[in-house]
């Protein structure tokens, strides 16, 4: 088992930064990939961005590309999502995910388990 804790969200202005930490705990030796995915109210759940635990190479979604980015910190078992230039349409629930096996990072049905997620809300 894996268990996640994110942390960092909030209330925040429209072009303002935010810095999103997912702390892993457990067999987190067993992970190939840690994602955050986003849901807004009645919307599906969305792909953000991922990275790969070993190697850091990440991947990250067309519509936060040049604003967010991925990292990680292998040593404290943290994966953070640095959020600029937010926008209102960024407001959602924002979950961290650990996935065990290689292929699609982008899908969310293949990740493994997930944290409880933090809001993110994003004022004009």
């Known amino acids: 088992q894996v268990q996640l804790a994110e942390s960092g969200g909030g209330l925040v202005q429209a072009g303002g930064s935010l810095k999103l930490s997912c702390a892993a705990s457990?067999?987190?030796?067993?992970?190939?990939?840690v994602g955050w995915f986003r849901q807004a109210p009645g919307k599906e759940r969305e792909f953000v961005a991922a990275?790969?635990?070993?190697?850091?190479?990440?991947s990250i979604a067309e519509s936060v590309l040049g604003r967010f980015t991925i990292s990680r910190d292998n040593a404290k078992n943290t994966v953070n999502l640095q959020m600029n230039s937010l926008k209102l349409e960024d407001t959602a629930v924002y979950y961290c995910?650990?996935?065990?096996?290689?292929?699609?990072?982008?899908?969310?049905?293949?990740?493994?388990?997930w944290g409880q997620g933090t809001q993110v809300t994003v004022s004009s």
């Open positions: 457990g067999r987190t030796f067993s992970a190939y990939a």
């Open positions: 990275i790969r635990w070993l190697t850091g190479t990440t």
């Open positions: 995910a650990v996935r065990e096996t290689p292929g699609n990072l982008g899908m969310a049905p293949a990740y493994n388990y």
